[in-house]
């Protein structure tokens, strides 16, 4: 099992681009999150979603779209990145919310907005 | 949102036990507490999680005393790989009031 994969690793934009994440997990999952980690911080929950064709907004959506057409995959979307969306985005998925809530990680996509 | 509390850093020497001690004043009935392990350039990998007394597994154990205002994290005689940042979280059943917060960089020295 691949567990939780992340498309692309790595990505440089401009101001005012668009791009989309892509996270994808072979594991059943219900559950699936984006986060953001910046530098020298915890990570901050963007959004989120409970099952296939649902999404939730997390503690910082704004700037940020999501979809969850498949169960298997969560996008994350940029309509016009700007310079505070250059950070490391996590996605990760689980099982269950709450108690035996084990969330997998994926390896992460550092952003860079110029 | 339940808020945790944890030192900011931490260091110790190979062959020791650590405790990282977490706060969690405002923890809910219903929250669970776990713990989360971070490398540089990784996602975050779960340890261990709990709602009272104690759990142990094979990499670590979890104190949390009857009041549940705080938790312990317990490494039994940690190496350099154990240098990492551990992030504590309550977790309920809620997938909204998920908080990493900053979590406490673990040095471990030779």
């Known amino acids: 099992n691949a567990g939780v994969t992340q498309t692309p690793k790595f990505r440089v934009l401009k101001t005012g681009q668009s791009m989309t994440l892509l996270c994808a997990q072979d594991?059943?999952?219900?559950?699936m999150y984006w986060y953001r980690q910046d530098p020298g911080m915890g990570l901050r929950l963007i959004h989120y979603?409970?099952?296939?064709?649902?999404?939730a907004k997390g503690e910082v959506p704004d700037g940020y779209n999501v979809s969850r057409l498949k169960k298997q995959n969560f996008l994350l979307g940029l309509e016009s990145a700007a310079p505070s969306q250059t950070s490391v985005y996590f996605c990760?998925?689980?099982?269950?919310?709450?108690?035996?809530?084990?969330?997998?990680f994926g390896p992460g996509t550092r952003l860079t907005v110029l | 949102l339940a808020k945790t509390t944890q030192p900011i850093s931490m260091d110790s020497y190979e062959g020791q036990e650590v405790n990282i001690t977490c706060s969690h004043n405002?923890?809910?009935?219903?929250?669970?507490i776990t713990w989360y392990q971070q490398f540089p350039s990784q996602g975050p990998r779960f340890i261990i999680q709990?709602?009272?007394t104690k759990v142990t597994n094979e990499v670590a154990s979890l104190f949390i005393p009857a009041d549940r205002k705080s938790s312990t994290l317990s490494l039994p005689r940690v190496s350099l790989s154990d240098t990492a940042v551990y992030y504590c979280?309550?977790?309920?059943?809620?997938?909204?009031?998920?908080?990493f917060g900053s979590g406490t960089q673990l040095t471990v020295l030779p």
């Open positions: 709990g709602y009272k």
């Open positions: 990760a998925s689980s099982l269950l919310a709450g108690r035996d809530n084990e969330q997998f």
């Open positions: 405002n923890i809910a009935t219903n929250d669970y």
């Open positions: 979603s409970v099952g296939e064709g649902t999404t």
């Open positions: 979280l309550s977790t309920s059943g809620s997938a909204r009031q998920l908080t």
């Open positions: 594991m059943n999952h219900e559950y």
